[in-house]
């Protein structure tokens, strides 16, 4: 089993729904959590951190789960310029930090 | 501008050709990887470096090396032992070390095998 796993998609989703994915991660060891978007043919960039109490940043809440070890985004009002594979990151204090990556979901917006 | 960059953007290699990609960063970051993505993939850990003159090897290390001689430099060189090197190779630096730290990517290099 990976430490870190997602459902690699695609999500086909219209434009303007609201769409939903998960993350889970077997390690209790795990102390913070990301999500980053990374586009076709470019380099992952943060999308956002997943704090404790959830978090929102526009369109975009997550949310961390420490007893079912799992972490989720939500896109409301989706665009089409939201269409890429969404990364979740993990850091373990008990391996000085490293970072363990998901595979990824893909997501695709369709008008 | 601070960041990190990687050259060459794209690379070709022959069979049995040792090759070594470059990775700078400007960001004063102690910690520094180098991944490997492959089509439809995830990231995969090749190795990472925490201070310089110490690295460790990740999860696929076998056929790569790198340096860590000076914090802002990273290189990493495909061997010829390394059976299947075409791939997207990503480096990137962070705080390192510490919680809720974001890594931080350069553009990345497309190495394939002619």
């Known amino acids: 089993r990976k430490e870190v796993e997602q459902d690699p998609g695609p999500f086909n989703v219209p434009e303007g729904a609201t769409v939903a994915f998960n993350c889970t991660y077997s390690n209790s060891a795990s102390q913070s959590f990301f999500w980053y978007r990374q586009d076709c043919r470019k380099e992952p960039k943060l999308l956002m951190s997943?704090?404790?109490?959830?978090n929102e940043d526009g369109r975009f809440t997550a949310q961390l789960n420490r007893a079912s070890q799992y972490i989720s985004l939500l896109i409301r009002d989706s665009k089409l310029s939201d269409s890429a594979t969404y990364l979740c990151v993990v850091n373990r204090e008990d391996s000085n930090y490293q970072l363990i990556w998901g595979a990824g979901t893909k997501l695709i917006i369709k008008p | 501008d601070g960041g990190i960059t990687q050259s060459p953007k794209y690379l070709f290699r022959k069979e049995g050709q040792n090759v070594t990609l470059s990775c700078e960063q400007n960001?004063?970051?102690?910690?520094m990887y180098w991944y490997r993505q492959d089509p439809g993939q995830g990231l995969r850990l090749i190795y990472y470096s925490q201070i310089v003159n110490d690295f460790q090897k990740g999860d696929i290390a076998e056929g790569y090396s790198v340096s860590r001689e000076k914090k802002e430099s990273f290189p990493l060189t495909v061997t010829s032992a390394q059976k299947n090197p075409t791939a997207f190779y990503l480096c990137a630096s962070s705080i390192g070390g510490r919680m809720n730290t974001e890594a931080f990517f350069g553009q990345g290099t497309r190495l394939t095998v002619v």
């Open positions: 960001l004063n970051h102690d910690a």
């Open positions: 997943v704090y404790s109490s959830g």
